[in-house]
């Protein structure tokens, strides 16, 4: 059981970082190979890209959560409800950067927040 929570908060944990980096390098890496080719086939993909950026912010989120049941600090799950909120907002307020950039950050923070937290309940668990 303690391997698959362990297994389980990994994998939400890279999710995390997934939505706070390596989609924005996607869509733009997309951008720019559309670009290069000169070819319409590829920029057709923006809503695509944009729910998947949200899907992962929402699976980052779960798993912010799950970690509190585990830690129980609260200041990481509010700071996972504003910055998920804040990038959800900003990609549907036309990817105001404002909002999505600071969220995407607040995720990021979150989840190295919640892998050592739970790291330390962990260890006084033991």
């Known amino acids: 059981m303690i391997m698959n929570r362990d297994l389980l908060n990994r994998s ?12 924005c390098y996607l869509y733009g890496l997309r951008s720019f190979a559309a670009y290069i080719s000169d070819s319409q086939y590829l920029l057709g993909y923006d809503d695509i890209m944009f729910f998947a950026m949200q899907a992962m912010v929402v699976v980052s989120l779960v798993g912010s959560l799950r970690a509190y049941r585990q830690h129980r600090k609260i200041l990481p799950p509010v700071l996972a409800i504003a910055s998920a909120s804040a990038v959800i907002y900003g990609i549907n307020a036309h990817l105001d950067p404002y909002f999505m ?3 995407m950050v607040g995720m990021l923070v979150v989840s190295l927040w919640n892998s050592f937290e ?7 668990g033991k």
């Open 118 to 124: 739970t790291r330390h309940a962990s260890d006084a």
């Open 101 to 103: 950039f600071p969220g």
């Open 12 to 23: 939400l944990s890279i999710a995390a970082v997934c939505a706070a980096t390596g989609v």
